[in-house]
């Protein structure tokens, strides 16, 4: 499951403020080999194998990084990589060290940030890696962060996983803001009362229908979807060369990948139709 938490307060915003506000603490569990991150509940938040801290061990997380599949080779790796929730650290790990872009996390809970110091090998900041204690939400309506992101990776969850925090028309607007031209944002969608329909339909309202793609569900029921501003889909023979490039030089199973990409589905197409038309009787 993915990270953020918010306040017993709901009242997240108030982070930098003078007022206290209590944080649901993160906890760890071990298991062979592997260290899980918890929010003081049984869902899982992230996870790092321990004898290899920089291999992104669980499958919802390898596939937050399908964008690689959208973008040039000789731009793959260049501009600045921004994690919205900073889960066990994997992404922003892999982001800094094995792709070596400038990588920026933002993570409201300070008890996640002490934990990924502490517990999973999450570096100090550098001059290639910030971690923010700041709202998302607040982060991406910022317009001093629009136009700075190449790539977006959001996976926002609370301890009761139930559904992401931040999952309205108006905060993906934001992150399509956030994304400099050519840029892509992968979203993880899971949770009991989480909707993949309303969700992608959200997101492609922003980007257009001709900009959102999903990976088929993980056995676990992660969703991944990708979405891009202005991005131009190459010739299948481009996507495979692309595939073995990122399965040769950053062992993820890019192949695999290609195989389950879907566009959006005839019911998130027919909503949005009828959202336009509705608009348009207004």
Not at 88 to 111: D, H, S, W, Y
Not at 239 to 256: C, F, M, N, V, Y
């Amino acid at each position: 499951m993915g990270t953020t938490a918010v306040s017993k307060h709901r009242d997240s915003k108030d982070n930098k403020g003078g007022r206290t506000t209590e944080w649901v603490g993160a906890t760890l569990s071990e298991f062979d080999g592997v260290r899980f991150l918890h929010l003081d509940s049984i869902w899982v938040q992230g996870a790092m194998r321990m004898k290899n801290p920089e291999k992104l061990e669980l499958e919802y997380v390898q596939r937050m990084m399908a964008w690689l599949l959208w973008r040039d080779v000789r731009e793959m790796t260049q501009g600045q990589a921004v994690q919205l929730g900073l889960g066990a650290g994997a992404l922003t790990r892999f982001c800094r060290k094995q792709l070596k872009m400038k990588t920026t996390a933002v993570e409201i809970n300070p008890t996640v940030i002490s934990a990924n110091r502490h517990w999973f090998h999450l570096p100090d900041d550098d001059e290639r890696l910030r971690v923010l204690n700041e709202d998302a939400g607040v982060w991406v309506a910022d317009a001093a962060n629009w136009g700075s992101a190449q790539v977006l990776n959001v996976d926002l969850y609370d301890h009761e996983a139930a559904a992401p925090v931040l999952d309205d028309e108006a905060f993906y607007a934001d992150c399509h803001r956030v994304l400099a031209d050519g840029g892509l944002m992968t979203v993880n969608l899971f949770g009991r009362s989480a909707s993949f329909t309303r969700s992608a339909a959200r997101i492609a309202k922003v980007f257009g229908s001709d900009q959102v793609w999903h990976l088929t569900p993980t056995r676990e029921g992660n969703t991944i979807v990708v979405a891009g501003r202005g991005v131009a889909v190459p010739e299948r023979e481009v996507l495979e060369q692309r595939a073995a490039h990122i399965e040769a030089r950053h062992d993820l199973p890019a192949t695999k990948w290609l195989k389950l990409v879907r566009p959006l589905p005839m019911n998130v197409i027919q909503q949005l139709h009828a959202a336009a038309a509705g608009d348009s009787d207004e």
